[in-house]
């Protein structure tokens, strides 16, 4: 499982929704880029979801992550966010629309 850096692509289960990645920990890096921990996916604004319509909302913001910070890796005691991070989304229907990673951002540090 990769780690995610501030360079790593987040979508919403429509693909064209990206969400909008913030770091809050500088101190560790992967080629100069900021790793991202615990909590910096959630709350993260979403722009390009394609579902709109009458009733229908579409995902603009990541809820809680569900699954994906590392029980291993720790940055300040903020567990590392992996390539594997998933949450629900606040699009419609409530509860059902999860975000995930499209891409982590980097390629050379993996948890083992």
């Known amino acids: 499982m990769k780690l995610l850096t501030l360079d790593a692509t987040l979508v919403c289960a429509h693909e064209n929704g990206?969400?909008?990645m913030a770091v809050s920990q500088h101190?560790?890096?992967?080629?100069?880029?900021?790793i991202l921990?615990?909590?910096?996916?959630e709350?993260?604004?979403i722009?390009?979801?394609?579902m709109v319509g009458i009733g229908i909302y579409p995902c603009n913001q990541t809820l809680k992550v569900q699954?994906?910070?590392s029980d291993l890796i720790r940055i300040d005691?903020?567990?590392v966010c992996l390539d594997t991070v998933?949450?629900?989304t606040n699009g419609t229907p409530p509860g059902t629309v999860i975000y995930k990673v499209r891409s982590p951002g980097q390629n050379l540090v993996s948890e083992v």
């Open 37 to 41: 921990v615990e909590a910096d996916p």
């Open 86 to 88: 998933t949450g629900l």
């Open 47 to 50: 722009v390009g979801c394609p």
């Open 77 to 79: 005691k903020h567990r």
């Open 43 to 45: 709350q993260r604004p």
């Open 27 to 34: 101190l560790v890096t992967i080629n100069g880029r900021p």
């Open 18 to 20: 990206v969400v909008g």
């Open 67 to 69: 699954a994906g910070y």
